[in-house]
């Protein structure tokens, strides 16, 4: 097997491998030490390693691990010192076309930053990061970069393996929100609306349904004299300026007092912006949802603003007609 093979291989191995022991023959190589390298099995291009999806209910930790690759056992344990590295998230998002914001002030706590990789082996013991739930915003994937800052002794770094980006990722398995009182919200815009007043429920196809807490009346765009297909939206004016993690959209149902969707028209893919003036806005979050009677959606990271906008881009079964029975902040 040629030299450049067998080192392939052997770099390959090291970074999955666990605990095994490192190569002990020199192959009949030169200067063997100079093939030993230092790296993060973290950093690898593998959402197991980097990435870390959890319920926002409860903390949790992320390990990250110092790796030995190389020909020749380096005699004796290696310390290695990681760093946090905010100023490399910039250059990441650039890279790879994303947003990601670096992780919230106390949102993690590094315990120690320094190991060991014991004489021998080809893994350290874990950098533990501990991760702090209640101080996330939202249900975005936040990016926290851990790079290796030293080697004692001094060993050289693999450069391409140095950094991890790790994606911290959480959700929630319930909404720990309450809704908003919305006794004293207003409709502040929408495209269209057609009436269908029915004795009992006079409101019964306007915008206004959406706010007025009953479920058996709904905002229905236009439909008779003309058919408007998306997009359809409808601006909500809570009054005073809130801080808004999502909220919960009731669609239509399919008979008056039933809590089945109708099988068409409720949304499917909508926007949520918000606003200070109503005039301009800032986009919150883009959802894509099953046809539930209700859905709750949670924005990325939290937004504040006195108006919100539902801009509904595509209904279901595509219907042309968009409906909304009832909304709630949270």
């Known amino acids: 097997m040629k030299l450049t093979e067998y080192l392939t291989l052997l770099c390959?191995?090291?970074?999955f491998a666990a605990c095994e022991n490192p190569v002990q023959d020199d192959l009949n190589v030169d200067n063997p030490e100079n093939?030993?390298?230092i790296y993060t099995v973290n950093a690898a291009d593998d959402t197991s390693k980097n990435t870390l999806v959890f319920p926002l209910e409860r903390d949790t930790s992320f390990m990250v691990y110092a790796n030995l690759s190389g020909i020749r056992n380096p005699g004796c344990d290696v310390t290695v010192k990681f760093r946090v590295a905010p100023e490399l998230v910039a250059a990441y998002n650039e890279k790879n076309q994303s947003s990601y914001p670096m992780m919230l002030d106390g949102s993690y706590t590094v315990e120690n930053f320094e190991t060991v990789i014991p004489n021998g082996k080809y893994i350290?013991?874990?950098v533990r990061i501990a991760i702090n739930s209640r101080a996330f915003d939202g249900v975005g994937v936040f990016l926290l970069p851990v790079s290796i800052e030293s080697v004692t002794p001094g060993l050289a770094i693999n450069e391409s393996l140095q950094t991890a980006y790790l994606r911290i990722n959480g959700y929630y398995t319930e909404n720990p929100f309450p809704a908003y009182d919305k006794s004293s919200w207003s409709i502040a815009g929408f495209s269209t609306e057609e009436a269908e007043a029915t004795t009992a429920y006079p409101n019964r196809g306007r915008a206004v349904s959406i706010i007025d807490g009953e479920n058996n009346t709904y905002w229905g765009t236009q439909w008779r004299s003309a058919k408007p297909g998306p997009p359809h939206w409808v601006a909500v004016d809570m009054g005073a300026p809130k801080e808004?993690?999502?909220?919960?959209?009731?669609?239509?149902?399919?008979k008056e007092g039933s809590d089945v969707p109708k099988s068409s028209g409720n949304p499917r893919i909508f926007n949520i912006d918000v606003s200070d003036d109503n005039q301009n806005w800032t986009h919150a979050g883009t959802f894509t949802v099953e046809n539930r009677i209700e859905n709750t959606v949670y924005l990325d990271h939290k937004a504040t603003g006195r108006y919100f906008r539902i801009f509904v881009t595509a209904t279901q079964a595509d219907l042309y007609q968009t409906c909304i029975?009832?909304?709630w902040a949270f």
């Open 12 to 15: 390959c191995g090291a970074l």
């Open 35 to 37: 093939y030993t390298r």
């Open 124 to 126: 350290s013991s874990p």
């Open 244 to 254: 808004l993690h999502g909220l919960t959209i009731r669609g239509r149902s399919d």
């Open 325 to 327: 029975a009832e909304v």
